[in-house]
């Protein structure tokens, strides 16, 4: 479904840039079928330390540190969790959320839990949520 008024085009809520990608330089997202970016001539600094996304809250410096979801799933998923803001969220949502992982200096992709005896739809399906 297309939105128009006085016949522009506005963006539709999946067409929202939510991870910012556009801001990635030198970023190649013609990579393949499932157009993981490729990152090229790249130079960042190593972060400080990591935090937890269960743990965000008691960092003081987040601007030099790593925010990162190496923990279970439902410490950063469910209800209101990041999938479901960015996924059916309103904008003020999003926005609040957008605002929060700017803070840090990364942000670590979700790490959904991906076993090896999953069928493979379900494998495909928990790395398609990371990068949602």
Known sequence: MINKVNDVRLPSRSDRDVFLAKLLKNADFKTGFYQFPAIKNCHIERPKGTVLWSKRHLCQD??????????????????????????????????????????????????????GNFPIYKQIDAMARAAR
Do not use: M
Not at 64 to 75: K, R
Not at 82 to 96: C, F, P, Q, S, T
Not at 99 to 114: I, M, R, T
């Open 62 to 115: 987040k601007a030099s540190h790593a925010l990162i979801f190496y923990e279970y799933d439902g410490n950063f998923d469910g209800e209101d969790g990041i999938y479901n803001i960015l996924k059916y969220g309103g904008d003020a949502e999003v926005d609040g959320l957008v605002g929060e992982l700017k803070q840090y200096a990364f942000v670590v992709c979700p790490d959904y839990s991906v076993y």
